[in-house]
Structures are given as C-alpha cells and as structure tokens.
C-alpha cells in the first residue's frame, strides 16, 4: 500500500459543499481540512477545477458514496476507474467509503443501505475492500452506516463484523459517532458499548453530524439527515470517544439545510476544543 | 436464511414496488412495524433522487409548482431509476419524459425549458479541455480547409426552440420579479450553451450562424457547413464566421 491514512495533525475538518465552495475560496477560513464526496467530482468540470484550488490550501479528503461495497454483485469497474483517475489526480490525504450496499440489478439506490452481518456478507465485503485498497493504492476507511433496521438472520454484531473487516483487508475504520448514536437509538443498542468493540487503532477519521427526530407509528425513529447542529448526546459520545481512540481528525458533515459557512465553523471549533483537551489529557487508547 | 443477492433483488423490487412478505420476514420489528422501517428506505431513496432532478431542473421546478414536479419526478424515477451512482448524470430523458407526461402536456415549451437546463448542466461538467490554438490551421492551403471538421468543446450545446425559453429561465431565476411577462409568440430562439471560464451560459446566436455551427457539430466539412449556412441567409459571411469561432473559446481540435 502506497499510502497512509490520515494523521492526528489534520485536526478538525468540515465536509465542503457546493454552496460553500466560492466562499471557502475567498476566504480561506482557518479550517484543518476539507472532505467532498467524490461522486460530485466525477465530471472533470467547473467543480473539479474548483476543487484543485481549494486543495492548493486545504488537505483533503475524498469520501465515496457510491462503490457499493456490499453489493452481492460484482463492483462497478467504471466507477472505481472513475474514483481512481480522481485520487490521482488529487490525491488526498485519506479515502473513505461505507460498509453499505447501494447497487442491485444495474440501478443505483442512492442510499447507504442495510447488510445482514453473516459470514457471507464479510466475505463479500472483504473481497471488495480488498479489490478497491488494490486498485487505489490506498488503505481505505470504512464508515458504520446509520440504521433503521436490521435482519434476522444476522449472526454478528456491527462493530465486530468492522473489527474482522480490518483484520482480513487491513482497512481502516471511518468512525461516524452520529450513525452509532442513530443507530442504537433506531435498533436498541449501547452506543458506548459499541464504541468499546471498535478496534481503537483502526479509527482514522471520525465523522460527526446532526439528525432529526422522526416519528414513525408513535415510536421515536431518528433521520441521519446532517441537517442540524450535532446533538448533545453525541457531542457526549464524540468525548468517550476521543478517551478511547485517541486525537483522531474529526469532520463536521452538514448536508440539508445547508447552513451559513460561519455556522459550520463553529462547530468545527467546537470540536476542535474537544480534540485539544484530548491531546492535551493523553489517551489510554486499546485496540 | 436468503443470499445476499436474492436479498438485494427483493429490496430493490421493494423500493419500487409493494411490500412482499418473504422480505418483511427477514426484518426485526424492535417495535415497529417491518414494513414500517422498509418504508424509511424507500422514502429515502425516492425524495433523495427527486431532490437530485430538483436540483438540476430548477426552473422546471418552478414552471410547474414543486408539488407537481415531485409527482412528475416520482413517476420518472420509476421508469428510469439511476443506473450509476454520480447523479449530475441523471436526468437525460426527463426533457422528453416531460414532452410525453399526459398532464404538463399543455405547457408546449416545458420540454425545450429543460433542455436547456440540461445542457447547462452538462456544460458544467463538461472536462476541461485545452483549447485549439488557431494558428496551427494557418498554413493550410484553401481546399484543405474546405474539407476540415472541427471538434467542439464537450461543455458546449446548441439548442434552438420555438418559445422564447432563454426568456423563460431569466424570469424564473430567484430574485428576478416574479411577475415579469415573456410573450411566447416573440419567437423561436437558437442559443449556444457552454462554459465561459469557471460559469456556464448562454447566448442567442444568429440564425446562420447557429447553422453553421450545428452543421459543424455533427461532424460535417467546412465547406458543407458554410452551405448550409448560406442556405439559412444570404448575408452569412463565412470568413468572419470561422474567425469568431476559431477565437470564441469553443474548439478544441480538428481534422483533415
């Protein structure tokens, strides 16, 4: 593998948007570093020019939405050639992807969805993140995904079936604090316990962001939407977190209901603090 | 317990279509009901992607009301789901979806309207291509010339309409006065849509010219295209014509 993952000197980073581009351009806010979704930048246009400016002064991150690396179908070489003319020609500091599905019979779902956790599924998945890191020449990060349900016949817990990802690909883990905190909310499940069952020394980005608060058939579901500020329960969890994995690079993700920059910012330097005081407190973190 | 591939088949069948029970089994309830977390992907996936067609038809969008935009969205995502995941591709047949949808029927212009939307969208997406120096097509002798094809910047469209559809988006642009009028029996309109620097456009372009042009485009000779240009008006001057294209920023290559 050619390339390292992310280090602990990026900092605090925000996912940089298409109404933010002009205005991150003029102003250059003090922000660590930038993530884009990769699939907006796939045309080699206007957005992608404007990308290779911001990267003169900004890391950045390129975070796909589309692989489908759980899809039982074999991986969409087009669009891994695509993702990979971009890597090389940006060439980020870190790549991420989803531990999801999103591509079934041809038609693309343009949504993160649900795995059954079974030995099958790792397999599938282990193949393909192999096949990506190979292609890429990158170590890849894998994001949990937020849930809204989960199969029966699923036999392995989500944060292990993470942690023997890692084991067979040597990938690394994209932590995403709002989905573990969506998802036990939605599933039933001890956020903490499932950060406790994480490999520590796997996580190379952590992911934090805002949800709504939904109602379906009178029970409370919540939307990871990225369209509020990050919620106290996981501004919590983002702490325990940090106590556990150490100072890793930290992105605020806002995605509907885009709000001014300056808003984004400040979360950012909200979670900039949380980082110092964890750099400063050293960590005992465990794999 | 079902393959992951027969799985995936029923899920997506699902996002589509009705609920089938083989599925809803496969899926803990945690208190809720199946079908109701099934439900949560399935608006997901259906708003996300007419969010996406809103995006990139905006004045559509605005043409016909939002709420019967994302009925019209509803029903084209159902015919013709994404079948890659960067979305800025999605939508091509939406322009002739519109002609062909029974109830905007009526609104004759609607189709040429999203036409141009996407070929601006296009143009925006379009790579970023080195353009043809011009003076590497000075030293050909006249019959040479005569026989070039020029290869045209991908950003660039041209589109021509009846209805005045340049007029049409300029009002519908937010902050522009609601309540400006366009007389739709000004006239046809021939635009060229393309990237100027780091924005997209358009411009009216003179009837010969845009023949010339779109002569060019598809592929045909010089000679052919000065032709048909002139065929278009006797006042077209082919000189000036192959000038300003040539310095207009549009070409990108030729052939002999």
Known sequence: MVHTSTSAKLGVGIGLRAPHVAEVLATRPAIGWLEVHAENYMGAGVPLAALERVRADYPLSVHGVGLSLGSAAALDNRHLSRLQRLITRLVPACVSEHLSWSIAGGIYLNHLLPLPYTEETLAIVARHVMHTQEVLQYRLLIENPSSYLRFTHSTIPEPEFLGELVRRTGCGLLCDINNIYVSCCNLGGDPVAYLNALPARAIGEIHLAGHAVNDADGQTILIDDHGAPVSEAVWDLYGHALARFGPVPTLIEWDTNIPELAVLCAEAHTAERCLQRAQEAGYAGVA | ?256
């Open chain 2, 1 to 256: 317990m079902p393959a992951l591939r027969d799985l995936q088949a029923a899920f997506l069948r699902a996002m589509f279509g009705p609920d089938e029970p083989e599925l809803l089994e496969t899926i803990v309830g945690d208190g809720l009901r199946p079908a109701a977390r099934l439900q949560i992907y399935r608006h997901h996936v259906l708003t996300s992607l007419t969010d996406v067609l809103q995006a990139t038809f905006p004045v559509v969008c605005r043409l016909v009301d939002e709420r019967f935009f994302r009925y019209v969205a509803d029903a084209y995502i159902r015919q013709y789901p994404p079948e890659a995941p960067c979305l800025f591709e999605y939508g091509a047949h939406f322009p002739a979806f519109l002609a062909a949808f029974p109830p905007c029927r009526h609104l004759a212009y609607l189709e040429d309207v999203a036409r141009l939307e996407w070929a601006m969208n296009i143009a925006l997406h379009a790579e970023v291509c080195a353009l043809l120096d011009p003076a590497k097509l000075s030293g050909l002798a006249a019959p040479d010339v005569a026989q070039l094809t020029l290869q045209f910047d991908p950003s660039v469209t041209l589109l021509d309409s009846p209805w005045p559809i340049d007029q049409i988006w300029r009002v519908h642009q937010v902050g522009e006065e609601v309540y400006t009028t366009v007389d739709l029996n000004a006239g046809g309109v021939s635009l060229e849509i393309r990237r100027w620097e780091d924005d997209v456009g358009f411009r009216r372009l003179d009837p010969a010219i845009y023949t010339f042009r779109t002569t060019l485009v598809a592929g045909h000779a010089l000679a052919r295209a000065a032709a048909a240009a002139l065929e278009a008006s006797q006042e077209f001057d082919c000189v000036t014509a192959l000038h300003e294209l040539l310095t207009d920023g549009v070409i990108i290559g030729f052939t002999l």
